[in-house]
């Protein structure tokens, strides 16, 4: 759907594929769509739908009068033979912008046309609808089969803009009308936030044939992406609260200039159609006047706002190419069914379009300037209407249409640049709402000697658990590996664990570490070719969450992924999976994963193993903060913070936080972050599992398991996957 009235042109191969034979579906169609935006105007009265709320939006009689103008105009006037114009006077009154057509009565005027009255406009489209059913009967060209269908999506883009425009009028009335009190609203995600990375590379965007499109959506073509990671979730009106409160709306380095000027000229503070009251901040929509419920994605901003509070949440808005190559992942939610998604992208020509000849031609290619790309589709999206090629535009400042945010960023990790993706990691943590910071990065020098430290506590007993296991089960798992195989540890720290599996299993030829932290990486590499010189050991310092390859010294080798620890646990659900998937891409499809997992128990247990008496996790968590300040020349004060730690039930995870214990300014990263005394820095989660649940897990990212051992209480369970 397009702002301005009309939709651009049916794609051209797509004529091609269109059969005579069609034109028996055509009747049913043209009828049921016609009927929808009859009923789309039931509930409202004559002057409701006379009215015009601003110069963008047009009168819901006129949506129904031009979008039956359309039929007249480019279908009944040159097709049917003996069809009689309604009246001569509604081409200028219902044409838009069709400039080969004729004269057109002004947009912004369309709301003082009291004549024709609706009664008249209804008289007007059951002419024309009786007159269409009749063309529909003959045996029509391929041409006109496009054509027709062109014409349906058209008046598809008007159900939506009616919707959209009827919500500017009654929010202007101080009567707060509902249009339907019972408007079905829109729905939370069902899962938690996740950045769900994608490798980029060359793929393909557009539309390439079969089915409808508009002529804008294509030619399909190929792009180039660099890795980059996007958000599983629409950003929450929670989350734009929290924007709000940090002075979103009156922090100029968070604008672009011009949305800057927007903000002052036209005094925004919130999303179009919120309302401060007594209660709280209110949302006017289409079932009226409701409480601003933090779960749901915020709707109602503009591209401005959105790359405002991007800038803010330490992010960036998604590419068009980088949201359509994602469309269809499992672990993307929200993708079509709540508001549009503002994208960076200003709204141009895919490579090669070209303009069709004629009138039905010409609204596309002349708009393609000065306004911004949006993809996916809304709740108010007439069913089947969108696609992952379609390409919504609007101009910058817009914020009448239902337009949220899904956010983006690099994935530098992955593009190898270690150091670039701690600074972003770090700028995206504590830049945002509720501040976090990947656990992954816990682990330096000293991160990794504290964890070792950790492992050998009365009260973490994962590790103890685990190695005990792993004593009594290694002849059996030392059964299930090749002779010749590479064992490739993921988060390798010191490889303490990795020993029994290397002792029960001599026929591994291969070692391969991968670490994030290079001293941990190279000591235990040194250790291992001590202990085992029979043993080729091939050391990767990479983020092993973000590795494509094993590099070519492995090449060929059946080779078993190893991955104790539970560190599975630190990845929320959706990312786990994502993981997950990522490690059988790396290993091979007849690999082997070794998996340890730790499994769910009292809350006792839980929180003593990550908040022990003698301070060490304390320390280890603290020891984030001391890496920014090395690192990345920060001047962060560790008495400023405290260490916590607690079971989730609802989550299913220990939480480890940092307290914030006083208000304070610090820097680093060259970026200055305000701490408020009480919010905290969520550094970790370790998620505990059932066996069932992480089977089921492990079979959404493509594994099945093979063997699953389980060791006394506490409980932990180490699985072979395949």
């Not at 797509?14 to 929808?36: E, H, M, P, V, W």
């Not at 700028?427 to 910071?437: C, D, F, M, Q």
């Not at 792993?470 to 090749?482: D, K």
């Not at 043993?535 to 990479?542: D, K, Q, Y």
């Given at each position: 759907?397009?702002?301005?009235?009309?939709?651009?042109?049916?794609?051209?191969?797509?004529?091609?594929?269109?059969?005579?034979?069609?034109?028996?579906?055509?009747?049913?169609?043209?009828?049921?769509?016609?009927?929808?935006?009859?009923?789309?105007?039931?509930?409202?009265?004559?002057?409701?739908?006379?009215?015009?709320?601003?110069?963008?939006?047009?009168?819901?009689?006129?949506?129904l009068a031009h979008t039956t103008w359309f039929w007249e105009t480019f279908l009944l006037k040159p097709q049917l033979a003996g069809y009689v114009e309604f009246d001569p006077a509604f081409g200028y009154l219902f044409n838009s912008y069709y400039e080969a057509v004729g004269a057109r009565h002004p947009r912004p005027a369309r709301g003082l046309l009291t004549r024709p009255s609706v009664a008249q406009i209804m008289a007007y489209r059951a002419h024309v609808d009786e007159a269409m059913l009749r063309l529909l009967?003959?045996?029509?060209?391929?041409?006109?089969?496009?054509?027709?269908d062109l014409g349906l999506a058209h008046e598809e883009q008007h159900q939506e803009l009616v919707l959209m425009d009827i919500l500017s009028l009654f929010a202007l009335n101080p009567l707060q009308p509902a249009y339907r009190s019972a408007w079905a609203g829109f729905q939370p995600a069902s899962r938690d936030l996740a950045m769900v990375a994608f490798d980029g590379g060359r793929v393909s965007i557009g539309h390439g044939g079969g089915g409808?499109?508009?002529?804008?959506?294509?030619?399909?073509?190929?792009?180039?992406?660099?890795?980059?990671?996007?958000?599983?979730?629409?950003?929450?009106?929670?989350?734009?609260?929290?924007?709000?409160?940090?002075?979103?709306?009156?922090?100029?380095?968070?604008?672009?200039?011009?949305?800057w000027a927007m903000v002052q000229s036209q005094g925004w503070t919130a999303p179009e159609y919120w309302r401060q009251t007594d209660d709280g901040w209110s949302a006017f929509d289409l079932s009226g006047l409701r409480p601003v419920d933090p779960a749901q994605p915020v709707r109602h901003v503009s591209y401005y706002e959105a790359a405002a509070y991007a800038a803010w949440a330490g992010k960036r808005l998604p590419t068009e190419a980088e949201w359509e190559a994602a469309a269809g992942h499992p672990d993307l939610e929200q993708m079509a069914d709540e508001v549009w998604q503002w994208t960076a992208s200003a709204y141009s020509p895919h490579p090669g379009f070209v303009s069709a000849p004629g009138a039905v031609g010409e609204y596309n290619g002349k708009f393609m300037v000065g306004q911004m790309v949006l993809k996916g589709g809304a709740r108010i999206t007439p069913p089947g209407h969108t696609r992952p090629s379609y390409r919504n535009f609007f101009y910058p400042h817009q914020r009448w249409m239902f337009s949220g945010v899904r956010l983006a960023e690099d994935d530098v990790a992955a593009a190898g640049d270690a150091e670039g993706a701690f600074r972003a990691d770090v700028?995206?943590?504590?830049?945002?709402?509720?501040?976090?910071?990947p656990a992954k990065w816990f682990y330096d020098a000293r991160g990794s000697d504290l964890f070792e430290d950790i492992t050998r506590l009365a009260e973490y007993y994962p590790t103890r658990q685990e190695a005990a296991l792993?004593?009594?089960?290694?002849?059996?798992?030392?059964?299930?590996?090749?002779s010749g195989a590479t064992l490739v540890e993921l988060g390798s720290g010191a490889s303490v664990k990795t020993r029994l599996v290397l002792d029960a299993a001599p026929q591994i030829a291969t070692y391969a570490p991968i670490d994030i932290s290079a001293s941990a990486l190279e000591a235990a590499a040194a250790?291992?070719?001590?202990?085992?010189?029979?043993?080729?050991?091939?050391?990767?310092?990479?983020?092993?969450?973000?590795a494509d390859d094993l590099g070519d010294a492995l090449t060929g080798a059946s080779r078993i992924g190893f991955f104790p620890g539970s560190t599975i646990g630190n990845f929320a659900p959706a990312e786990a999976v994502a993981l997950l998937q990522r490690i059988r891409g790396l290993l091979g499809p007849e690999s082997l994963l070794l998996i340890?997992?730790?499994?769910?128990?009292?809350a006792a247990t839980l929180e003593a193993a990550y908040d022990d008496a003698a301070g060490v996790t304390a320390a280890f968590n603290l020891n984030l903060l001391a890496r920014i300040n090395r690192e990345l020349d920060g001047d962060l004060d560790l008495q400023d913070f405290a260490h916590r730690a607690a079971w989730n039930r609802l989550e299913g995870r220990v939480e480890m936080h940092l307290e914030v214990l006083r208000s304070h300014r610090a820097h680093a990263a060259g970026r200055t972050f305000e701490f408020v005394a009480g919010e905290t820095i969520h550094t970790e989660n370790s998620y505990k599992f059932t066996v069932e649940g992480f089977s089921g897990l492990a079979a959404r990212a493509g594994w099945k398991v093979r063997r699953t051992w389980v060791s006394p209480a506490p409980e932990f369970a180490v699985l072979l996957l395949g």
């Open positions: 759907m397009a702002p301005h009235d009309d939709a651009p042109l049916l794609e051209n191969d797509t004529k091609t594929n269109l059969s005579s034979a069609r034109a028996k579906d055509f009747s049913g169609r043209y009828t049921a769509i016609r009927q929808a935006s009859v009923d789309l105007a039931a509930p409202l009265s004559a002057e409701d739908q006379a009215a015009q709320a601003m110069p963008d939006a047009s009168p819901t009689k006129w949506h009967r003959e045996d029509l060209p391929p041409a006109t089969l496009a054509l027709i409808f499109a508009f002529d804008n959506e294509g030619p399909r073509h190929e792009t180039l992406l660099r890795p980059y990671r996007l958000a599983s979730r629409l950003v929450t009106n929670g989350e734009w609260l929290a924007f709000m409160a940090d002075g979103g709306y009156r922090r100029a380095e968070f604008w672009l200039s011009d949305g700028i995206a943590g504590l830049s945002a709402p509720r501040k976090t910071l792993l004593r009594r089960i290694a002849p059996e798992v030392a059964a299930a590996i090749p250790a291992i070719r001590a202990d085992y010189p029979h043993l080729t050991v091939t050391p990767l310092e990479r983020d092993f969450t973000a340890g997992v730790d499994l769910a128990k009292d």
